[in-house]
């Protein structure tokens, strides 16, 4: 049975419509949109569960916030509140504010990297891993083998495997790795964590061969919780006392913080004194490619929207509450006998297509499928992240064919109930009991990058 989720430490005070469409428009709009989800009008979904970014509800306070924007040019107050808000929930000193998360990464890798640097990760990010070769890195993944392989149980399946880092400083030299990159909560994983543990002997490995540590942060609040609820050694520490632990062991940090920043825009780099050299670099390249230095992007008041999330973020029963509900909805599914990435992560539950659909082949796309079934079936939005997502090789042309053939379903931030979550789920389980029937899909249309996005296609035979 399905654990009930904790209850929300908040209750609704405005209501936004969404729109249920007959099951003949449903069908109709996913045909029309190529079998895409990305294509979909936000209007014709019932639930979205497409992206947990930039899609959260704000708190009252944050929206008071907004009308105490200061939009001056230079030295908005809101800055400095900002300041003050990643100083006392982080422990960074030094902030250059962006746009968003990649705006961030943009700055931070064009002014650490040199051509040929190789670039060790744990697991990739989209953007991070763009921004990093566009700056002349060479991605490498040194993440534990658990993390590649759905059912595999392991709470911190976001760690390091050490034998893999010391490998590359063997192959390569140190001197050619000068950042380690670390995400909590690796979203491609699944939402998985790292442990304090395994932070502080990646720190120890590095420091002894002078190879710093960058950090983005995007999800470290959901990390937090379950270093909180999983690593005994902090089971009674405070969500933010296990925030500055975590940030202590970085020598740089950015945040997207359309996540964990609670708001619906916004960014930033995060660095403690002792790097005030890289700080000066950054807020100089700031100013080139954001904005100036005080704002680097964002309006005042949407500073100051930030500077009050990040407080709302760092509160235990909010995360409880939060990283519940998505259990929930994986418990639901899993009673269900659906075939999911585990353990549950923090911000979404990932469905395993290749299991769901087995007979249908990699090159005809069952994540793409069974995402545009789960819309037709109960208008939720999913995302694919398999075989379409991960694009051509561009030596041999061929289709990469990654381990991982995922639907994901990401909950934005404080915005569904629970009777979504059982909607979402009945209509997921509606697709799995008529699954062997579902036909794969071919391309009508095949963009040449990021293919994902605008892909087309009709299902075979
Ligand atoms: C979303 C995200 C980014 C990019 O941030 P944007 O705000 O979308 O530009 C970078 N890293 C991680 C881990 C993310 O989840």
């Known amino acids: 049975m399905a654990k009930r989720p904790f209850p929300e430490p908040y209750k609704i005070k405005m209501v936004e419509p969404v729109n249920l469409r007959s099951r003949e428009e449903r069908e109709r709009a996913i045909k029309e949109a190529g079998y895409n989800t990305f294509l979909l009008k936000s209007e014709d979904v ?14 009252e306070n944050q929206w008071a916030g907004l009308m105490l924007g200061d939009e001056a040019y230079a030295g908005s107050k809101n800055f400095y509140h900002l300041c003050d808000s990643v100083k006392d929930i982080l422990g960074y000193d ?15 890798f064009q002014a650490v990297l040199h051509e040929g640097d190789i670039v060790p990760m744990n ?13 002349g890195g060479v991605f490498k993944d040194i993440i534990i083998d658990e993390a590649h392989i759905p ?7 976001g760690n390091v495997d050490l034998r893999k880092l010391e490998a590359l400083v063997k192959e390569f030299g140190a001197e050619r790795i000068p950042w380690v990159v670390l995400a909590p909560s690796v979203n491609m994983a699944g939402g998985q964590p790292f442990s304090i543990a395994n932070l502080r002997e990646v720190r120890q490995f590095c420091e002894a061969h002078h190879i710093k540590i960058a950090l983005d942060i995007t999800r470290i609040a959901e990390n937090a919780y379950f270093i909180k609820v999983r690593e005994p050694e902090f089971k009674d520490t405070s969500i933010t006392e296990i925030l500055h632990t975590i940030c202590s062991f970085s020598d740089a940090s950015w945040m997207s913080a359309k996540k964990d920043g609670l708001v619906n825009i916004g960014g930033f780099l995060g660095l403690p004194e002792r790097e005030f050299e890289l ?4 807020r100089n390249m700031v100013v080139v490619y954001e904005g100036l230095h005080t704002y680097g992007g964002m309006a005042g008041r ?21 990283v519940s509900q998505v259990e929930y909805l994986h418990s639901r599914l899993a009673d269900a006998g659906i075939p999911l990435v585990n353990p549950c992560g923090g911000h979404g539950v990932f469905l395993d297509a290749r299991s769901f659909l087995p007979h249908i082949d990699q090159d005809e796309f069952p994540a793409q499928m069974l995402a545009a079934q789960i819309y037709a079936a109960g208008g939720v939005r999913s995302m694919e992240r398999g075989n379409v997502s991960a694009g051509r090789d ?22 569904y109930t629970q009777t979504h979550m059982d909607y979402a789920a009945d209509s997921i389980i509606e697709v799995w009991e008529k699954r062997e029937s579902i036909p794969g899909l071919k391309f009508v249309y095949e963009p040449p990058i990021l293919r994902f996005f605008q892909a087309r296609f009709e299902p075979v035979g």
């Open 46 to 59: 019932f639930i979205d569960l497409l992206t947990d970014s930039g899609t959260g509800a704000m708190s």
């Open 94 to 108: 030094l902030v250059v504010p962006t746009h968003q998360g990649r705006g961030a990464e943009h700055l931070f």
């Open 123 to 135: 697991m990739y990010f989209t953007t991070t891993r763009q921004h990093a070769e566009l700056a």
């Open 151 to 157: 059912a595999a149980e392991h709470p911190f399946k």
């Open 279 to 282: 700080f000066d670099k950054l």
């Open 302 to 322: 949407d500073m100051e929207a930030l500077a009050r999330g990040l407080r709302d973020v760092a509160h235990f029963e909010y995360l409880r509450a939060r």
């Open 394 to 415: 561009p030596k041999t042309g061929e289709n990469r064919h990654p381990k991982l053939e995922l639907v994901r379903l990401t909950i934005p931030r404080r915005v």
